[in-house]
Nanobody, 122 residues
C-alpha cells in the first residue's frame, strides 16, 4: 500500500516561513521524482517544485524561485518544501506527488498526498 502523508501546513504572516514534509511508504523512494503542487480554488493546479531521484536535480516555478527549496532524504523516504518569505499569493493547498522516474524523467505513474493547507495572511 502506497502512502504519502503530508504535514507542516498552517497559517503564517506575510514574510514568514513554513516547512512542509511528505513521508512516503510502500514504494522504492529513490526511483521517484518528488514534486510539490499547489491548488487554489478557481485556479489551475500549479507545479511548485520538483526534485529527481537520480541526481537530486531541482526545478522551481518562477513564482517561488529564490524563496522555496525542495529537498529529499532517501534514507528517511521523505521530501520537504522549505517556504521562506511567504506571500499572500502563496496561499493554497499543497500536494506532494511521487512520479516513477525512468532515465531521469517522470513517467506519469504517480501517487498523491492528501494535501496541506497553507494560509498566508496578516
Amino acid at each position: 500500500q502506497v502512502k504519502l502523508v503530508e504535514s507542516g501546513g498552517g497559517t503564517v504572516q506575510p514574510g514568514g516561513s513554513l516547512r512542509l514534509s511528505c513521508q512516503v511508504s510502500g514504494l522504492f523512494f529513490s526511483s521517484y521524482v518528488m514534486r510539490w503542487y499547489r491548488q487554489t480554488p478557481g485556479k489551475e493546479r500549479e507545479l511548485v517544485a520538483a526534485i529527481t531521484g537520480s541526481d537530486a536535480s531541482t526545478k522551481y516555478a518562477d513564482s517561488v524561485k529564490g524563496r522555496f527549496t525542495i529537498t529529499r532524504d532517501n534514507a528517511k523516504n521523505t521530501a520537504h518544501l522549505q517556504m521562506n518569505n511567504l506571500k499572500p499569493e502563496d496561499t493554497a493547498v499543497y500536494y506532494c506527488n511521487a512520479d516513477l522516474e525512468v532515465s531521469g524523467i517522470g513517467t506519469g505513474l504517480d501517487y498523491w498526498g492528501q494535501g496541506a493547507q497553507v494560509i498566508v495572511s496578516s
